[in-house]
């Protein structure tokens, strides 16, 4: 199956590869001979600049383990990962952690802030790490993307669910990474929360040209996304540009009613 579509619905590549991130023929497996458990099975995909790609599949489809492995988070058994146009397949640990550190964001669904630093010490808390400054114009159209401008003197136990994965999520922003990968980043988050969460991801994109992957196993938070992958038992099955959540949901209950026949 080819994925390698060149329209993109918003964003700009700025005369770079439209391209931001690649599997080619990646499989991943666990254990070997009879207990061998194949995660990933010869997928190819492209992941496209300035566009909102969602990832889904039920339960062990290996949505999380792709994702993973076009991070850099997990290595392949075989097959090629390419990563703003670096082969990383092979990359020593040292350049691996740098290249994360460089050009990847993430969002989790436990939001990873430092209890002991207010709202703008975590965002800025990974390029102080790296030894690096945040653009101040950059940093400033960030937070105001999240809506945090009242909001970064706060430490987290001073902000609400929502408000400490916005903080996460201009976390993620505030580096210029080449492509931010979350992890279901709603997942802990009440439907308000997480639409509002969802909006500044979708904004992002829009408006700062970003890059995101998402895993979810929710139709609502994949309706935000320009594109959905479908998984199942390892292997992209399906895609779907400008969906809606009920064309997702009715996916994924064909996923449902295979399962139960199969």
């Known amino acids: 199956m080819t994925t390698a579509m060149t329209e993109t619905r918003h964003g700009g ?6 391209v931001a991130a690649r599997a080619r023929e990646v499989v991943k497996a666990y254990g070997s001979g009879e207990t061998r458990v194949v995660a990933l099975n ?3 995909v492209d992941v ?27 290595t392949v058994t075989s097959g090629r990962i390419e990563l703003d146009g670096t082969e990383i397949t092979g990359l020593k640990d040292k350049k691996l952690t740098q290249l994360r550190r460089d050009k990847i964001g993430f969002i989790f669904q ?8 207010n709202a703008l010490e975590n965002i800025t808390l990974p390029m102080d790490i790296a030894g690096r400054k945040p653009e101040p114009q950059w940093l400033e159209r960030v937070v105001e993307t999240v809506g945090l401008a009242g909001r970064l003197k706060h ?16 976390r993620a922003l505030a580096a210029r990474p080449a492509i931010i990968f979350g992890d279901e980043p709603t997942g ?3 439907s308000r929360a997480g639409a509002e969460v969802l909006g500044f991801l979708r904004r992002s994109v829009d408006e700062l040209g970003q890059t995101i992957v998402m895993v979810t196993h929710d139709p609502v938070a994949a309706s935000y996304a320009d594109r959905v992958i479908f998984l199942a038992d390892g292997s992209i099955v399906d895609e779907m540009y400008a969906p809606t959540a009920e064309q997702v949901l009715d996916r994924m209950k064909d996923f449902d009613a295979r399962g139960r026949t199969s």
Request: charged share 15%; hydrophobic share 35%; glycine share 14%.
């Open 48 to 74: 496209h600049r300035g566009q909102f790609t969602a990832i889904m599949g039920p339960s062990g489809s290996g949505k999380s383990t792709l994702m993973h492995c076009l991070a850099g988070l997990d």
């Open 13 to 18: 590549t700025g005369g770079q590869s439209t």
């Open 42 to 44: 010869a997928v190819d």
């Open 110 to 117: 436990a939001f990873n802030l430092l209890p002991t630093l």
């Open 155 to 170: 430490r987290p136990t001073e902000l609400s669910g929502g408000q400490q994965q916005r903080v996460a999520v201009a």
């Open 188 to 190: 802990n988050l009440d």
